[in-house]
């Protein structure tokens, strides 16, 4: 499904939660690439593993979570082979993250200034001095009003909004070539989240960085994203450009997501929603995993899951309906 020059691409990737219960499949067998420069979305519901991958990425599942099986290749290496230590080197400099919620990003006893500098001192070879004028420096990439005063501020003193510019700026420090943006905007208000969205944006064009947008919220796509990976319980279902995924969307699970979005155009008494539930990854359905809820399941669908299928240039799809 590659179809330019991957600045990370993801093989097959495997991440379970052992539980006592039972081993719930988090993400089972995804496979994507992010190419130089460009913004890929993944979206899908609440729980459906995008943030999984995410941090399936920068190595930070947490027990009892673990990768059982796939490739994350990165400068032609595969990063689930790094030993932590090596890991520690890449996070930050070479792929960094933007986490949902800010404040718990940030150490509340530290003053902000002291936190950026730790992290410039740990990835360059620069002063103390060097280091609070390179923080005053990418404060002022990131648009945050009055820098230097910032630094001397503990994080407790900025809004959500300022947070996350904080945390932007820590991002792209070193300007990595990967960024891995979990709902940046999520815990913020909507006139905040423009302008971080747009920050976002800015900063891809500016620095040339790849970007991984985490989101359940198809207007961040259509604003921002180059290419769409629909996620659903774990799995990929499609993949396109983004104008192909909201023009022509070919699976039956985002065909049911596009058609949920209200609009100021259509007038309705009820929005679309799409039937059942989302399965229990613990005991997954055989076969397809959106079959119980699918409209067009046949035979097939109930039996096995289905492979990729090119439906259109650049455009994938992992349903039976497309032989």
């Not at 052992?18 to 499949?25: E, G, K, L, M, S």
């Not at 990439?141 to 994080?155: A, E």
């Not at 891809?204 to 629909?230: P, W, Y």
């Not at 995993?289 to 259109?312: M, N, T, Y």
Request: proline content about 6%; charged content about 25%; some cysteine.
């Amino acid at each position: 499904m590659e179809r330019e020059e991957s600045a990370l691409t993801i093989e097959d990737l495997r991440t379970y939660f052992f539980t006592y219960n039972a081993t719930v499949r988090a993400v089972d067998g995804v496979s994507l690439g992010i190419a130089k420069g460009k913004m890929v979305g993944l979206v899908g519901e609440t729980g459906c593993g995008k943030s999984v991958t995410g941090f399936s990425i920068m190595r930070l599942i947490e027990k009892p979570g673990r990768i059982v099986g796939g490739r994350i290749i990165f400068e032609k290496e595969d990063l689930l082979k790094k030993s932590e230590a090596e890991m520690r080197k890449i996070r930050g400099s070479k792929i960094s993250m933007i986490f949902q919620d800010p404040m718990s990003s940030l150490n509340p006893v530290f003053k902000i200034g002291a936190q950026i500098i730790e992290s410039i001192l740990k990835h360059k070879n620069v002063t103390k001095q060097e280091a609070k004028d390179e923080a005053v420096h990418v404060l002022e990439q990131v648009q945050m009003p009055d820098p230097p005063g910032t630094l001397n501020k503990y994080p407790h003193e900025l809004s959500g909004g300022m947070l996350q510019r904080v945390i932007i700026a820590i991002a792209i420090l070193c300007e990595p070539r990967i960024m891995i943006a979990d709902e940046p905007t999520s815990a913020l208000d909507v006139t905040i989240q423009s302008q971080i969205l747009r920050l976002i944006g800015d900063l891809n064009k500016e620095f040339h960085t790849s970007i991984l947008m985490i989101t359940h919220d198809f207007g961040v796509l259509a604003m921002l994203c180059d290419q769409i990976a629909v996620m659903y319980a774990g799995n990929l279902v499609e993949n396109a450009d983004t104008t192909a995924i909201l023009k022509t969307p070919f699976h039956p699970y985002t065909q049911g997501l596009i058609k949920s979005i209200p609009t100021m155009t259509e007038t309705k008494e009820r929005l679309s929603t799409i039937r059942g539930f989302v399965p229990n990854l613990g005991n997954p359905p055989p076969g397809c995993i959106f079959h119980p809820r699918c409209d067009f399941a046949k035979k097939d669908c109930l039996k096995e899951k289905p492979g990729w299928v090119q439906v259109e240039d650049g455009h994938w799809v992992s349903c039976f309906l497309y032989p």
